[in-house]
């Protein structure tokens, strides 16, 4: 799978949009990019993936760029429960199941 | 529908021991993935199972050892524990099958601390 690259770390005011970038420049043409969280102690939760084209769920949006070399999670309106690691993934899906490999993330930080 | 459980919460363990960890698959998953989290890093693959089998390892040595069930419910074994075993044990269940929505559902994990 090709690696990420996130910021290490984020601040965002809260009731504001939280724009996490994501550089995965060696992305190949089968790979998806695939978004998780994980909010202090407790497993990785799933928020969304993509592979060309934009997508939107309840929880965010993601903005792929047209070379698909980087990317862009969204939370339109963050909250105080939006604080957690955010990880960017790009991975192939394999045979009759698939890994995910977890990169450092970025740790959002969502303030009054 | 029920999410992944996983048991127990915490254990402690001292060096050399043996350890059992248990993962319940999310309904109509038949697919379990093992992670291993130490603080403050993000989760490694164990290894994967599909209809059990194990259907893909990560680097880890062979000390670490899993089984499926016939109800998809998983077990991670560990044997010898070293006092870097310590950490966040996660289990994730998917739908296998070549599909683009298996998305892999994370339980709450379970502590081990090795002293």
């Known amino acids: 799978d090709a690696k990420t690259t996130q910021p290490t770390s984020m601040d965002c005011a809260e009731g504001r949009a939280a724009n996490l970038p994501c550089n995965h420049s060696?992305?190949?043409?089968?790979?998806?990019v695939y978004w998780y969280r994980q909010i202090h102690s407790q497993g990785p939760q799933y928020i969304i993936h993509?592979?060309?084209?934009?997508e939107t769920n309840e929880m965010a949006s993601l903005i792929i760029t047209e070379d698909r070399k980087s990317s862009t999670l969204i939370l339109p309106h963050a909250t105080l429960r939006d604080t957690a690691v955010y990880y960017c993934i790009v991975r192939t899906l394999w045979g009759a199941g698939n890994m995910l490999t977890f990169g450092g993330g970025t740790r959002l930080m969502v303030k009054p | 529908e029920t999410g992944v459980t996983q048991s127990p919460t915490h254990l402690i363990k001292t060096r050399g021991q043996q350890v059992t960890l248990r993962c319940s698959s999310q309904?109509?998953?038949?697919?379990v993935s093992w992670y291993q989290q130490a603080l403050g890093q993000g989760p490694q693959f164990i290894f994967q199972?599909?209809?059990?089998?194990?259907?893909g390892r990560g680097n880890f040595p062979p000390r670490f050892s899993g089984l499926q069930f016939p109800n998809y419910s998983s077990e991670l074994n560990v044997n010898a524990l070293e006092l870097d075993d310590s950490a966040l044990y996660l289990c994730?269940?998917?739908?296998?099958?070549?599909?683009?929505?298996?998305?892999?559902?994370f339980g709450p994990g379970t502590r081990l601390t090795v002293l």
């Open positions: 309904s109509g998953h038949n697919t």
């Open positions: 994730a269940s998917s739908l296998g099958g070549q599909s683009s929505y298996n998305e892999q559902f």
């Open positions: 060696t992305i190949s043409g089968n790979e998806y």
């Open positions: 993509g592979l060309k084209n934009n």
């Open positions: 199972y599909y209809r059990e089998e194990e259907n």
